[in-house]
């Protein structure tokens, strides 16, 4: 089908990139901007969240993309061209627009809520329902959902069909205003990864509003922070905004558990694992013995491995006084973590499983090496550390 | 004056709606009874054209009442300031008892069904104006951004959105309007525009028979109008209807 084809090409190159200009916003004569002479860059297909304090100009900043708030002076460019140049209705039907508070049309099924900027654009109906079939099986819903209203649907739900109605006539720029602001934690999370998992499909060039840092982290390949008075404190990766914040304000927005949060941009992999001993089922503990006594030993437990290399336990001096070395180690292998974990998870692990160390397998579940407290105390530490996350710093979508 | 124009008006629906079968009427009318049976089998044919007039001042006075209001009420909408004014105009043509407008008017319009549908429609414009306005204002703020932040233009979000969304408080209006129209009506033979009415009138407070007849229409008509307008309701509003997650 040709037109599947079309539109499948299209939601995978359909961005362009956002620049405000100088973009500015005063209401009447006052004296503090609610958004002051703001210049920034959003690259195309990136996530761009504009976090800060409540009345820090986030929300303006991000309406006036689609004049929903006029700015007073400065332009905001998508592509090439200033959002002055359409109509702000027309403006707005290539702009997706997700807010907090859902704003589903109630009289409406879902099929007809997401099809609504088809429609407003003329799409042939045909086409309309081909898309929103699409959209619903996107977003995970059974397609049968969309000859319900929305007022049968749960708020994780709603807000999926949110997402979806701002996609249906894949749009260049999505603006999100505090999206999952309204949303249990559960089903926030799940709602972010989703949103992440689809954004590394779509690739669109998203703007998203938070008052939330975590969620601004996790969320962001660039955060603006913003402070009182409508001014960006720092335009950076999160990962350059947790190591080097800008100033006072930003350090202490960013919060003094920065340290930690980095931790949640790193996986397993972007640190350098201590290798442990090894051992193998029957072999001579003196063998053991002799390789835990070398000086630079770094785990001073040998770990127990199977003829595939697969870690099964950790021994104990108790196993170490035998002869052979036995196929059931004395004390269990606790946390098994992964190359691609989320560093802050492995800690969470490490932590919750009482452990000082743990082993780290590949993909094939062979072991890879182990990770320590003290590796991960040491690394965010060193400043050296800190200049080889730069390279190394991979983001925890997917 | 008022005076001299009710006699008139009781002069002219006097003739002989009651008198025609004087046989049987006339022992009904005498008697203490209730109901007579028998009276009211016979004589039912006579209450056909009192209920078509009827029926006919309602449906014109609640359609030129709509449409007055409703064109007030989008007018309103659009500019706040003339909301309280409206509402306080509406309110005081709502206070003026409708035979004291009928009586108002008659120098104006003259007897006749005009002058009883113009006093009827002003009645209703208030509860219609209301109900439309509230309707209106009860559309949540986070839908009409939504629309507004998909594209729809003013109009748009109008007709699209915030009328549909207001259908039940505005057929909620309509209702009112219809039942109350239907009982006020009764009062148009003072103003010479037929009716349920005229045989009220006409075969004055001790013939119980009569005005059991023609309010029994009367509150059927009514009964039948707010059945038809909330099958309407439920017709253009299915969303309402369903079963919440």
Redo the contacts between chains.
């Keep these: 089908m040709p037109s599947e084809e079309l539109t499948d090409r299209r939601s995978s190159s359909g961005a362009s990139a956002v620049r405000y200009a100088g973009a500015t916003k005063r209401y009447g004569h006052s004296a503090v901007a609610a958004v002051d002479d703001l210049t920034l860059e959003v690259p195309a297909g990136e996530i761009c969240v504009l976090v800060g304090p409540s009345g820090c100009g986030k929300t303006t900043a991000m309406r006036m993309v689609?004049r929903?708030v006029e700015m007073t002076a400065g332009d905001i460019f998508i592509g090439e061209r200033s959002v002055r140049e359409r109509s702000?209705?027309?403006?707005?039907?290539e702009i997706g627009?997700v807010?907090q508070?859902?704003?589903?049309?109630?009289?409406?099924t879902i099929a007809e809520n997401i099809a609504?900027?088809p429609q407003?654009l003329g799409w042939k109906k045909d086409r309309a329902r081909a898309r929103t079939t699409e959209l619903l099986e996107l977003i995970g819903l059974d397609p049968e959902l969309g000859e319900?209203?929305p007022?049968?649907?749960?708020g994780g739900?709603q807000q999926r069909v949110?997402v979806a109605?701002?996609l249906a006539a894949d749009p260049l720029v999505m603006?999100m205003d505090e999206p999952f602001g309204a949303i249990d934690p559960i089903s926030r999370e799940r709602l972010q990864n989703e949103f992440l998992r689809l954004q590394a499909e779509l690739r669109k060039t998203v703007l998203f509003v938070t008052h939330d840092i975590d969620e601004a982290i996790k969320m962001g390949d660039r955060i603006a922070i913003m402070r009182e008075g409508g001014k960006v404190a720092q335009y950076a990766t999160p990962a350059e905004l947790l190591m080097a914040p800008a100033d006072g304000f930003v350090e202490d927005f960013v919060g003094a558990d920065r340290a930690l949060k980095r931790l949640a941009l790193m996986r397993v992999a972007d640190i350098d694992l201590w290798e442990a001993p090894l051992a193998h089922v029957g072999q001579a503990t003196a063998e053991v013995r002799a390789k835990l006594a070398e000086p630079e030993v770094e785990v001073p437990y040998p770990l127990l491995v199977d003829s595939e290399r697969r870690p099964l336990g950790w021994l104990s001096k108790r196993d170490l006084a035998a002869e052979v070395v036995p196929s059931k180690p004395d004390s269990p292998l606790g946390p098994l973590l992964e190359r691609d974990d989320i560093m802050r998870d492995a800690l969470a692990d490490l932590l919750q499983g009482e452990a000082q160390y743990a082993a780290v397998a590949d993909a094939e579940g062979r072991i890879a090496g182990v990770l320590s407290v003290e590796i991960i105390s040491e690394f965010l530490a060193s400043p050296k550390a800190k200049s080889e996350e730069h390279g190394a710093v991979e983001r925890p979508h997917g | 004056m008022a005076s001299l124009a009710l006699t008139a008006a009781v002069g002219e629906v006097g003739k002989g709606f009651l008198r025609e079968r004087t046989s049987d009427t006339l022992p009904c009318q005498a008697t203490e009874k209730l109901f007579c049976f028998d009276w009211a089998k016979d004589n039912i044919d006579r209450y056909g054209t009192p209920t078509v007039q009827h029926l006919e001042l309602v449906t014109l006075a609640v359609l030129f009442g709509f449409a007055i209001a409703f064109t007030l009420a989008l007018l309103a909408h659009r500019r706040r300031w003339l909301r309280s004014p409206l509402l306080a105009a509406t309110g005081v043509l709502y206070t003026i008892p409708s035979i004291a407008f009928f009586f108002l008017l008659l120098p104006l319009t003259g007897r006749g069904v005009d002058t009883a549908v113009i006093a009827l429609t002003a009645f209703n414009l208030q509860v219609i104006y209301r109900n439309t306005i509230v309707g209106l204002s009860n559309v949540?703020?986070?839908?009409?951004?939504?629309?507004?932040?998909?594209?729809?233009?003013d109009r748009?979000i109008l007709w699209r959105?915030e009328l549909?969304?207001a259908t039940p408080e505005i057929i909620a209006g309509l209702r009112i309007a219809t039942v109350s129209t239907v009982a006020i009506a009764t009062l148009a033979v003072f103003a010479g525009g037929g009716g349920l009415g005229v045989p009220i009138k006409q075969g004055g407070i001790d013939f119980k028979t009569n005005i059991i007849l023609a309010g029994g229409i009367a509150i059927l008509m009514a009964l039948a109008f707010d059945v038809l307008l909330l099958a309407i309701q439920r017709l253009v509003?299915p969303?309402e209807r369903?079963?919440?997650?």
């Design positions: 689609n929903t702000p209705a027309q403006l707005r039907r627009y807010i508070q859902i704003g589903l049309f109630p009289h409406r609504a900027v407003l319900r209203y007022a049968q649907l749960s739900q949110g109605r701002a603006l | 949540p703020a986070s839908v009409k951004e939504a629309a507004k932040g998909i594209g729809q233009t748009q959105v549909p969304l509003t969303w369903v079963a919440r997650a």
